[in-house]
Nanobody, 127 residues
């Protein structure tokens, strides 16, 4: 079982930046594909970004492409989401997710593909 704890959320003005972190424990971190999702009030949870086991391949939602960067440090069992040029539409609770992958090169983008989830961290962008 993998336990995930997100941090780094907060209140930021439009145009600002934040870096979210997700610390993992209880599993071999380097064997897991990691993803970030977000859920705004009244909306369904949506995919933001994902990264392969070794970090060589990433994928992003169109809405964040060019503004957000997902990365991971397997030595620290941590995945990050660097967010730039934030706008009020980015306001949401951000969740980290993990799913075991047999080989590198695998990416998951659908919520149902992930078995392990953190509790989330709130990001609020003011206009």
């Amino acid at each position: 079982q993998v336990q995930l704890v997100e941090s780094g959320g907060g209140l930021v003005q439009a145009g600002g930046s934040l870096r979210l972190s997700c610390a993992a424990s209880g599993g071999t971190f380097s064997r897991y594909v990691m993803g970030w999702f977000r859920q705004a009030p009244g909306k369904e949870r949506e995919f933001v970004a994902a990264i392969t086991r070794t970090g060589t391949i990433t994928v992003y939602a169109d809405s964040v492409k060019g503004r957000f960067t997902i990365s991971r440090d397997n030595a620290r069992n941590t995945v990050y989401l660097q967010m730039h040029s934030l706008n009020p539409e980015d306001t949401a609770r951000y969740y980290c997710a993990a799913e075991w992958a047999a080989t590198n090169g695998i990416l998951y983008q659908r919520e149902r593909e992930y078995d392990f989830w953190g509790q989330g961290t709130q990001v609020t962008v003011s206009s």
